[in-house]
């Protein structure tokens, strides 16, 4: 085993505070010593690939689970889009223009929404024919194109990606629904609920003096609570009362597991390069270091390792987040961001 050469002058076995015949104090001696902890390192790369392995995987485990768990559950705004407030009006209610008119004169801009479900033929699913602004204030998150354009008259609609494989139906086609043909002409989507079906047209061509549609009103309270508004009022919070199992406890503890298995990882591999470098601390030794130098190289030497483990195993882990994406975004349901990492 080669081992790098520090000059004995640097060591007098009193401490680190010493001098040397060139007026070097001690100062020098520490780095003389973890010069040769990453000299060290670099001439025995093999002996330490074990750790290193270890500790890469360690972190990259971390990374991918905590951020797993964190995306998995459907989003806290789901339906909400950006809004903070959401108001649900029954179809056919005489008095919704005014309440509607109410809302935007006390709390501002009112993003509208109207749904009426209808049956798809040939099937015993259902689906939502569905009008609303693609550049709303607050319904931006809930639409987005797969291909072609938003409609913009009463001639045109797009479709879920599932209603138009039910139906048939691409770009072009003809869409009939209660007597009405409308050309297809974008394919669209909710982000924060893939399966979420629907066919979307202009704003104002689902109209809401039927019995069957659905009308709701997204809208920032500014903190005005739900019950101070109107008893049809929620807020993205209001189903997560109470729920102590969060995604964030969950990373949480994700994130604690992990961080206790790198430690264990550390202790057991640090100890074994321990071991085999009794010899080459014993040289050390015979030139003049102390055992606090000796401790020195030990944990500079670890530090090289552990910095180098974490750097890979975070490139390793981004990488398997990476590649991982499409299956999880596939089984919660949602689109999730290369970037939902939960520091970020």
């Known amino acids: 085993m080669s081992v790098t050469a520090v000059s004995p002058a640097l060591f007098d076995g009193q401490g680190d505070r010493t001098w040397d015949e060139g007026g070097r104090s001690g100062l020098a001696a520490r780095r003389a010593v973890v010069r040769w902890a990453w000299r060290l390192f670099r001439r025995e790369w093999r002996q330490q690939m074990l ?18 768990s964190i995306n998995s559950p459907a989003p806290a705004n789901s339906g909400f889009g950006t809004a903070q407030d959401m108001a649900t009006f029954a179809g056919g209610d005489p008095h919704l223009a005014t309440q509607l008119a109410a809302l935007g004169h006390r709390f501002g801009p009112v993003d509208v929404i109207v749904n009426e479900k209808l049956p ?5 699913n259902t689906y939502d024919l569905r009008a609303q602004d693609p550049r709303g204030p607050y319904g931006r998150p809930m639409l987005s194109l797969v291909g072609g354009r938003y409609p913009a008259t009463g001639e045109e609609v797009a479709l879920s990606s599932p209603l138009a494989s039910d139906l048939h139906l691409g770009l072009g086609g003809l869409f009939r629904q209660g ?18 079906t629907f066919a979307l047209v202009a704003p104002g061509q689902v109209p809401t003096s039927a019995g069957p549609a659905t009308v709701t009103a ?9 019950s101070a508004i109107g008893k049809n009022v929620t807020t993205p919070s209001s189903g997560n009362t109470g729920n102590s199992f969060n995604p964030e406890t969950i990373s949480l503890a994700v994130l604690t597991i992990g961080m206790i298995l790198i430690a264990l990882v550390a202790v057991g591999g640090f100890t074994v390069l321990a071991q085999r470098r009794l010899r080459s601390l014993g040289m050390l030794a015979t030139i003049g270091a102390t055992p606090r130098q000796e401790g020195l190289v030990v944990r500079a030497n670890g530090v090289v390792v552990g910095v180098a483990g974490s750097v890979l195993g975070l490139v390793v882990g981004f990488a398997a987040w990476l590649l991982y994406r499409p299956h999880l975004e596939s089984s919660s349901h949602h689109l999730i961001g290369a970037f939902a990492l939960p520091w970020v």
Do not use: H, K
């Open 120 to 124: 798809v033929p040939g099937s015993v």
């Open 218 to 226: 997204l809208f920032d309270a500014g903190g005005v609570p739900p």
């Open 51 to 68: 750790v290193v392995a270890l500790v890469v995987v360690a972190v990259a485990a971390t990374i991918v689970g905590s951020t797993a």
């Open 179 to 196: 007597g009405t043909a409308r050309r297809v002409v974008g394919i669209v989507q909710n982000p924060q609920s893939l399966l979420d």
